[in-house]
């Protein structure tokens, strides 16, 4: 089946510093969303780009589906940002899985 | 609206035990999903649900069941629970399937996280 690898695993920043989250994945895709999970396990979705840049705030991201990743960018970290970040995909072809998740990225933003 | 909500939030079963837990998606969503979250093995896919009939199926024993009611709610069923069942159990619900809407957007509830004894 699809991998879908994310790095890097551990991210630790001070506040107000910038970072990049990535996500691979090894085969066609329909649809790409990352989520942050918060302290108390729910999935918070951030965005839904299968291709493309999407902006929200302080956070961004970028798919390009024909190389098979994604970028997020978190930009002014805050202590709030901390959290594990995923990324999910949906397979395009074969398979059974709905969404098949990488392993996250542990974000630690330290005041 | 209302986001996705299941219940119950915690449970504690005993090995051997059977559990059933449940999910109501967001109003007009009818497709449902399951996953289970281990520290071992990370986010899984259990299985997914649209029109009461199911669609997908990861791979998990047959021990684990689900079904899909007429309003679109679904509840998932555990039975002869092991200690490793022990997990965070999150559904989702998106609006695919749903007339004029093809988003296969996920939207999570907030999981229920299960302990066995």
């Known amino acids: 089946g699809i991998q879908v690898e994310q790095s890097p695993p551990d991210l630790i920043l001070q506040e107000g510093a910038n970072s990049t989250l990535r996500c691979n994945f090894s085969d066609s895709v329909n649809n790409l969303q990352w989520f942050h999970q918060n302290p108390w396990g729910q999935l918070i979705n951030l965005f839904y780009i299968p291709s493309g840049t999407k902006q929200n705030g302080r956070l961004s991201a970028t798919t390009v589906a024909t190389e098979r990743y994604s970028l997020l960018y978190i930009s002014s970290s805050q202590t709030t940002d901390s959290g594990v970040y995923f990324c999910a995909v949906e397979p395009r072809q074969g398979g059974s899985e709905k969404l098949v998740f990488g392993k996250g990225t542990k974000l630690t933003v330290n005041p | 609206k209302a986001g996705v909500t299941q219940t119950p939030r915690y449970l504690i079963k005993t090995r051997g035990q059977q559990v059933t837990l449940s999910c109501s998606p967001i109003s007009g969503h009818r497709s449902v999903s399951w996953y289970q979250q281990t520290p071992g093995q990370g986010l899984q896919f259990l299985f997914e649900?649209?029109?009461?009939?199911?669609?997908n199926k990861g791979n998990f024993p047959g021990r684990f069941s689900g079904r899909q009611f007429s309003n679109s709610r679904s509840e998932m069923n555990v039975s002869t629970l092991e200690l490793g069942d022990s997990a965070l159990y999150l559904c989702?619900?998106?609006?695919?399937?749903?007339?004029?809407?093809?988003?296969?957007?996920?939207?999570f509830g907030p999981g229920t996280r299960l302990t066995v004894l």
């Open positions: 989702a619900s998106s609006s695919w399937g749903t007339s004029g809407l093809l988003s296969n957007e996920q939207f």
């Open positions: 649900y649209f029109s009461e009939t199911q669609r």
